[in-house]
Each structure stands twice: as structure tokens, then as C-alpha cells.
């Protein structure tokens, strides 16, 4: 027995051996655990210490500015103030937040302690009238000051939580995943728990860029409620340009319209289209394109968005958003020690146009009600739209020996849209760009390329003759006529014609010949030469950048549909009908515009521009043409706006009664004019109000005007279009005359040129 004793262990020596294992094992673990803290874990948890010792912020950027071509500012950052609100006062959790610590306060903390959840959401009851009350009194008192209005201060707040809402959605939905792939199953780990963004803890813009009388104001109401409301310093876009006064001769008007002295036009919005606006706050896709903070990594873009951010929306802000935009800077504290850290913000870029911002509002002036040529007048001969109806018009002015975009102007305006009946936006649809964006038929305006093209071809030369004998196909006179060929014409015909003549006169028929003699392949390749079909985006964007929608393609038969017109036996007629400019053809003013300037330039192409310095390359090698084709061709456009046979050269009062169209002598210009059949109207045809199915207006044609304007060579090449207007010459013919009025008056031709 002591034997056992002595070579055995006590209960006590065992207990002491458990008790050391037990101590081996816990510090292995926690060797282990410190292991994978400082190894394996230690970055991650390092930055987080080291963040929460530090307190960053932000510091605003602001938008560069948009400049003419002379460089006089468009669009410009000014300081200002926006008024911003705590999210919990948006959302009216504010007032629950207040009644809790008003009602742990009046119970105090032990007795608090000690309540059921029961009884503290009675303590609670008690508060919370009286908390919501005083939440309410806040916003009345907000609405008084802001002068805005209860319905557009609701409708912001209401803005504000639905953004807000979806983003913490999408936010706790990428956390949950996160959560379930680190943790397998709840038993393996903590519970998911949705923790607060940080927009729910921030404060809100609703009430940006108010006066100084206002952000005074609200200074003051935010001294008494510093949990609610922040005024900030902030900057606001403007535009100063925006409002001109343009002053017109009326001698130079149509009769008429026309009168003795200057008339003074106020002209608001003025290149609206062309440059955009910037709207605040920021929608869901500009925080997932650009987001201030990754939701994955937590890297900031400092040129990233916040809900509170402005973004550029069409035209130039739109366009080159990220050029504009600058990045904001950022202030970090140390709250251990106190130091700061500055990162500077970079201010946007500028950019600087092509437009002449005094010949934009030239042009929008000679558009603008007042002058009455945007309405339908009885020297028109228009018989199925009222007189006195406003039409739709766009026009583009562009330098042939840069190709800049030197004018671009579309109504009705964006601006305009404010003034217009909900009946009226339907009808007129004040936010498109016509001048860049909708595609029509081009009609005869197009006989000047297809002239090119079938020189370039072999298929005619300057002095070829064709015939007219008012229908192309024998023995089927009623179809592909020339437009004489009518019975109100005695069924005229123009006999035999040369380029030139034809060019002047218009004569569908020897456009026919050629659009037949080229065939439906020669001539879609040719008419895509000089634009047709294809994206001219023109610098509205930065090169490499493509936004849908800035700048409209329009049409022409492709490859498969070509090959289904040949297996239908209709290539041949599609060949015919594009050369007179109907069909499957279509295209922008912006698109004319820059083929005559091609025409102009003898074949070689210059992808215009909006943006000084931004050039793209021409697709492809140019096709110089022959130096013979092209003076036949300028002829041609000259006599068609000069001799009495022309079709953009007078207009028509009465039997023998005739007014010249253009009155700019010395200046020359060349035109060509165009009447192409257009889409039935929509319109209110029986005044109720309401647009109702079937309500239209048919027959009716688009009004073209298309040429070119110099002191004895062209200089600049100029679209004219008018939506259902009717003839090219008598609709679209006098506004062109003004129009080179402008270039005139604002020394982009002739006398004025010194003095610019």
C-alpha cells in the first residue's frame, strides 16, 4: 500500500496536472487566436482601429464652366447655399428618438432599467404626441421659410426616402450574401443584423441654392434646431447667356411680316438644348455608374456620387459629365492627436464650343413667335394647317473650312415647355433636339449628292442631257412623276435638261435617270459617304465615349434589307426614290448641313464640331471630286435661289405677283429646296382638349432648305427645317434669308467681318 502510494499520484498532484493542462490548452488558443488576429486577420482589423481614431470629411468641387467661341461663359458654378435636412426629420423618426430620451429622462435611469418593454412603450405614448407636434411645427415652420411651397417640399422629401430606401435594400441584400457565404448557417455564427447606410445618418439637400435672405433665414432656425437642419455652402449652376434681347430689320421680312425699323425680340433659354441643365439630387444609375464608395472594397471616388450630388443632363453637361464634374477634396482628423490631413479638391474642366453665342440668339429670335415665320402665313399655301398656327423648326449653321458647328437651334426650346399646356408638350414635344437628334426624309435636298455621285461614277458628266417627260417609267404616268407633271399644271414637263438646270428647277426626273443608271447599291454606298446613316456625334461627347440618344444616325437600306428588295424585284425603284430623297432614306439637319459642306469642300470630309480642338477622322480615305462636277453643281444651287425658274428664288402672292426670297446682297448664296412627304400630324383636330386616337392631320410635307453662304465663295453651310411646313422655298426659303441676316449682322460675313 505506501508503495502504491509513493509511485502513484495524489488526488492533489492530479488535479494540479489537469489544472496545467487546461492552462496549456487556453494559451494555445489564445496563441492561436493572437496568431490569426496580427497574421492572418491583422490588416483588416488594424484599419479599423486606425479609422476610428480618425474623423474624415468632405470638401465641395465645383463644375467647370461651358464657353462660346469667343470664350464668353454659357454655364458657370456660382457660390450659393443649399439648406439640408437630417434624415430622421424626413422620415419622422425623429420624433420617436425625442419621446424615448424624453421618457428615460422622466423616468430615470434605474426605473427604466427595470421596465418591462411594455411599460416603456407606454412611458413612451406619453412623449410622443408632444415630440410629433414639435416635428410638425418644424416643417410648417420650414415651409414658411423656404418659399417653395408644401406640395414641392413634400415631393422632394418623398424623393429623398424612396432613394434612400432602395439604396439601403441593395445594400443590406450585398451584406446578407456576404454574411451567408462567410457564415454557413446561423448556428455557425452571429446573426445577420441590418445596420444603418450612411445616408441614413446624413443629411439631405432639400432645398438647394436659396437666396442670401433665405439662408439667413434658416441660419437662424438653425441655431434653435442644430439636429435638423444645416445650412451649407454650396454652388449653383447658371447660365447668363440664357436671356438675350436681340433686335431684328424688319425690311428684310416678308411681305407681310414686313415692316419699317427694328423690332426688339426677348429671347429666354437661349442654346438650351445644346447645353443642357444639371438636376439634383442624383437618380439610382448615376450612383451605380460613378458611386462615391464601393460597396465591395470601400474605396472612395472622390469624383464619385451622392444622393445630394448634381448631374449634368443632355447637350454639353450631359455629354462631358465627367469632364465638368472635378473631384471633391477630403479633411482627416486624427481625434487622438488632433492633426490634419488636407486633400485638395480639382475643380471641373472647362470647355469651350464652336457656337457663337450672339448668332445662336440671333437665329432663336428669327424662330421666336414674334416674327411670326415659325406660323403658318397664307403666302405659305398651306390649306390643311390653320393660319396663324405654330410650327416646329430646327437649323444648323456650320463653318465648311473647320467644320464647326457655329449655331444649332431647335424649337420650341426646352425653356419654351413651361408656358405649353400638358396638350401642347404632346403635340409639339418641346425636349427634343430636332437639329441633332430627329431624323427626317430629305427630299429634293438631296439631288446635289446624287449629281456627285453619278459623276464620280461615270454614270453622267457636266454636260450630260436627260429628258424630262414628266414620269419616268414609259407608259406608267402615275408613278415616279416629276413634281410639274400635275393636271393643275397642264401636265407640264420640264423637255431636256443639263446638271445645272436640273439642279435649279428640281426636275425629279433626271434624278430618276441618274438614282437608275447608279442602282440601289452605288448610290446607298455614296449618299453613306457623305453622312447618311451614320452617328455624327459631332463632340457632344468625348471622343470614345458613346451616349444613346445625343445625336441622331438616321437611315439607310442596309445590306440585308437591300437583299431583300432584290429578291422582291423593288431595287431598282428604291434606286429611283432614294435619288430624289423619299424611301428608306433619312437623316438630321445636322446631317445636311455637313453634306453640303462636303459638296463645298470638293469630296473631302470634316466631321464636325461642337468642341474647339476635338476632331475626329473621317471613315475612310475622301473621294476627291472633279473640279468641273463641282462648279456645275454650285451653279446649279446658285440659280435655284436666283433665276425665276429656280424653286427657292420667289415667293408667290398672286397671279404674277412675286417677292425675291433672299435679300442679302452682295453676299452670294447657293440653296437647294426641299418639300419631302412626311407622318400624319397628331394633333387636337376637334378642339376638346384631348388627344384621341385617329385625331391627325394627313398629307402634309416636311419644308427643307439646305445651301450654302459666302462672300464670293461659300463660307458656311446652312440646314433649314420646318415640321409640316409645306414648299421648301415659301416656309423654309425666307428663314434661311434671315439666317444669313445673322451671319451678316454678327460679322461672320461681309461687312462685319473686320470688326471680328
Not at 425623429?94 to 428615460?104: I, N, P, Q
Not at 396638350?423 to 427626317?440: F, G, H, I, S, T
Not at 404674277?656 to 412626311?678: C, H, M, S
Request: charged share 25%; with cysteine; proline share 5%.
Amino acid at each position: 500500500m505506501q508503495t502504491s502510494r509513493r509511485n502513484g499520484l495524489t488526488m492533489f498532484q492530479r488535479r494540479v496536472l489537469v489544472l496545467a493542462c487546461c492552462v496549456v490548452m487556453v494559451n494555445l488558443v489564445l496563441v492561436v487566436q493572437l496568431l490569426r488576429l496580427t497574421l492572418i486577420e491583422g490588416e483588416r482589423h488594424g484599419l479599423v482601429a486606425e479609422s476610428r481614431l480618425q474623423e474624415q470629411s468632405w470638401l465641395p468641387t465645383w463644375r467647370g464652366s461651358i464657353k462660346d467661341r469667343d470664350g464668353t461663359e454659357l454655364a458657370r458654378d456660382e457660390p450659393a447655399y443649399d439648406v439640408a435636412f437630417a434624415y430622421d426629420a424626413i422620415t419622422g423618426a425623429w420624433a420617436r428618438d425625442r419621446a424615448v430620451r424624453a421618457s428615460r429622462r422622466a423616468a430615470g435611469s434605474t426605473a427604466w432599467a427595470a421596465a418591462s418593454p411594455r411599460q416603456r412603450e407606454v412611458l413612451i405614448s406619453r412623449e410622443l404626441e408632444s415630440s410629433r407636434g414639435e416635428l410638425e411645427a418644424f416643417w410648417t415652420t420650414v415651409n414658411g421659410l423656404s418659399r417653395v411651397g408644401q406640395p414641392v417640399l413634400d415631393e422632394r422629401r418623398n424623393d429623398v426616402l424612396a432613394k434612400v430606401q432602395h439604396m439601403s435594400a441593395v445594400v443590406w441584400d450585398h451584406q446578407r450574401r456576404r454574411h451567408e457565404s462567410r457564415y454557413s448557417s446561423e448556428e455557425n455564427g452571429p446573426a445577420f443584423r441590418q445596420r444603418p447606410i450612411a445616408e441614413q445618418e446624413a443629411y439631405h439637400v432639400l432645398l438647394p441654392a436659396v437666396d442670401d435672405e433665405v439662408a439667413i433665414a434658416f441660419k437662424s432656425f438653425e441655431v434653435e434646431h442644430p439636429d435638423l437642419v444645416q445650412v451649407r455652402h454650396s454652388r449653383h449652376r447658371v447660365h447668363p447667356e440664357s436671356r438675350r434681347r436681340v433686335e431684328l430689320d424688319r425690311s428684310t421680312f416678308p411681305r407681310g411680316l414686313h415692316g419699317q425699323g427694328m423690332m426688339t425680340i426677348p429671347v429666354e433659354g437661349v442654346g438650351d438644348h445644346l447645353l443642357g441643365r444639371v438636376r439634383r439630387p442624383a437618380w439610382e444609375e448615376d450612383v451605380t455608374r460613378r458611386p462615391f464608395r464601393n460597396s465591395v472594397t470601400g474605396v472612395v471616388d472622390l469624383g464619385g456620387y451622392l444622393l445630394d450630388d448634381e448631374v449634368g443632363v443632355g447637350g454639353f453637361e450631359g455629354g462631358w459629365e465627367d469632364h465638368l464634374r472635378g473631384t471633391r477634396g477630403s479633411v482627416l482628423r486624427r481625434r487622438d492627436t488632433g492633426e490634419e490631413t488636407r486633400t485638395l479638391h480639382q475643380p471641373g474642366l472647362d470647355l469651350q464650343a464652336t457656337i457663337d453665342i450672339d448668332l445662336q440668339a440671333r437665329i432663336e429670335a428669327v424662330l421666336s413667335d414674334s416674327t411670326g415665320l415659325l406660323h403658318v402665313q397664307p403666302w405659305h399655301g398651306t390649306t390643311r394647317l390653320n393660319t396663324g398656327r405654330p410650327l416646329n423648326a430646327a437649323v444648323v449653321v456650320l463653318e465648311i473650312e473647320t467644320g464647326e458647328v457655329v449655331a444649332s437651334v431647335s424649337v420650341p426650346t426646352r425653356s419654351s415647355a413651361e408656358a405649353m399646356s400638358e396638350l401642347e408638350q404632346q403635340v409639339r414635344q418641346p425636349w427634343v433636339d430636332r437639329a441633332l437628334e430627329a431624323v427626317y426624309p430629305p427630299g429634293s435636298i438631296i439631288k446635289p449628292l446624287v449629281l456627285m455621285a453619278a459623276h464620280a461614277e461615270g454614270a453622267c458628266d457636266s454636260g450630260t442631257t436627260i429628258s424630262c417627260a414628266g414620269h419616268h417609267f414609259p407608259d406608267q404616268a402615275g408613278i415616279a412623276r416629276c413634281w410639274i407633271f400635275r393636271a393643275r399644271n397642264n401636265h407640264a414637263v420640264h423637255g431636256p435638261l443639263q446638271p445645272a438646270e436640273a439642279l435649279a428647277r428640281s426636275c425629279n426626273c433626271f434624278f430618276y435617270e441618274l438614282g437608275d443608271r447608279l442602282g440601289l447599291e452605288r448610290i446607298v454606298s455614296w449618299l453613306r459617304y457623305f453622312g447618311l446613316g451614320r452617328r455624327l456625334d459631332a463632340g457632344l461627347v468625348p471622343l470614345g465615349v458613346h451616349v444613346e440618344g445625343v445625336a441622331g444616325r438616321g437611315h439607310l437600306p442596309d445590306d440585308v434589307q437591300q437583299a431583300e428588295l432584290r429578291m422582291r424585284g423593288e431595287d431598282r425603284f428604291e434606286s429611283i426614290m432614294l435619288a430624289i430623297g423619299q424611301g428608306g432614306v433619312s437623316w438630321t439637319p445636322l446631317q445636311a448641313a455637313n453634306a453640303y459642306a462636303i459638296l463645298a469642300r470638293g469630296g473631302r470630309r470634316l466631321p464636325p464640331t461642337f468642341v474647339r480642338g476635338l476632331r475626329s477622322s473621317p471613315p475612310g480615305p475622301d473621294a476627291m471630286f472633279d473640279p468641273a462636277i463641282v462648279d456645275t453643281m454650285l451653279e446649279g444651287l446658285e440659280s435655284a435661289v436666283t433665276d425665276s425658274w429656280g424653286t427657292g428664288s420667289r415667293l408667290k402672292y398672286g397671279p404674277g405677283d412675286y417677292e425675291p426670297i433672299f435679300n442679302v446682297q452682295p453676299l452670294r448664296v447657293w440653296g437647294k429646296t426641299g418639300t419631302a412627304q412626311a407622318p400624319p400630324l397628331v394633333t387636337d383636330v376637334n378642339g376638346d382638349g384631348v388627344l384621341e386616337p385617329g385625331e391627325r392631320i394627313e398629307d402634309l410635307h416636311h419644308a427643307w432648305f439646305v445651301g450654302l453662304a459666302g462672300e464670293s465663295d461659300p463660307r458656311y453651310a446652312l440646314a433649314v427645317f420646318v415640321e409640316h411646313g409645306g414648299s421648301g422655298g415659301r416656309v423654309a426659303g425666307p428663314i434661311a434669308n434671315q439666317v444669313i441676316h445673322a451671319l451678316r449682322d454678327t460679322g461672320h460675313l461681309a461687312g462685319g467681318e473686320a470688326a471680328r
